[in-house]
């Protein structure tokens, strides 16, 4: 599990990829204080294994179905990546609850500047906006953020100078690609209700007769 809040900028080194997978090799410093083979690692948001490292590099694999769902295929050599090592369980709970698991990728259609702020308005598919609400939470490119505002198929959040300077947001433009997490909590509570289906014979009004 992570939080959101970004402890360093890492750098691509390398990309090797396969024919639906890729090796990806990244240079840090803050992230590799403590690792060890088998930790998990959050860049730009996507949950990954180390499978090896050095004194400022890790490797994580990336399968054929992260590659699908987020952004990652398209990184190069030099590219900059928001790096999170797994939350510790003593460890204070800064942003919200983020798995590492992308439900998906937006694009960035507006960057406006508002005195020290800074806007971002992200587009993103009905399967993302259906869990994004105002004042909630989500993980752009593994940065916990507020939501803003939302309209049917956008959404923005306003960022202050210090989570532009940590994070590669500064580095974005209008047409780039970012990885969307949802809040899970939207996603659990919207299944644990499905056997509650109009079909199971439970519905409105059959609440408001039984005094519900």
């Known amino acids: 599990m992570f939080t959101g809040i970004i ?9 090797r ?3 639906a997978s890729a090796l990806l090799t990244i240079q840090a410093s803050v992230v590799l204080e ?15 294994t180390v499978t090896d ?30 790096l999170e090592r797994a939350m510790k369980a003593d460890g204070r709970f800064g942003g919200h609850i983020v798995a590492g698991h992308i439900d998906g990728t ?30 909630g939470s989500i993980a752009i490119d593994g940065i916990s953020l507020t939501v803003a505002d939302t309209a049917k198929d ?3 959040v306003s960022i202050i100078p210090h989570t532009a300077a940590e994070t590669t947001l500064s580095a974005r433009k209008t047409g780039d690609i970012v990885n969307l997490e949802n809040d899970c909590i939207g996603k659990y509570v919207e299944k644990l209700l499905q056997p509650y289906k109009p079909d199971s ?3 409105k009004e059959f609440l408001l007769q039984h005094g519900f």
């Open 34 to 48: 403590d690792v060890h083979l088998g930790d998990s690692i959050a860049v730009n948001g996507v949950c990954l």
């Open 154 to 156: 956008s959404f923005r």
């Open 106 to 135: 937006g694009t960035i259609t507006d960057i406006k500047k508002d005195d020290n702020a800074i806007w971002y308005a992200i587009n993103a598919p009905a399967s993302i906006m259906r869990y994004i609400i105002e004042k």
């Open 17 to 19: 990829k396969g024919a």
């Open 7 to 15: 402890e360093e900028t890492g750098t691509v080194k390398s990309i």
């Open 201 to 203: 014979g439970i519905t």
């Open 53 to 82: 490292f050095t004194k400022n590099t890790f490797t994580a694999d990336v399968m054929h179905e992260t590659l699908n769902r987020s952004s990652l295929g398209a990184l190069r050599p030099k590219s900059p990546v928001n």
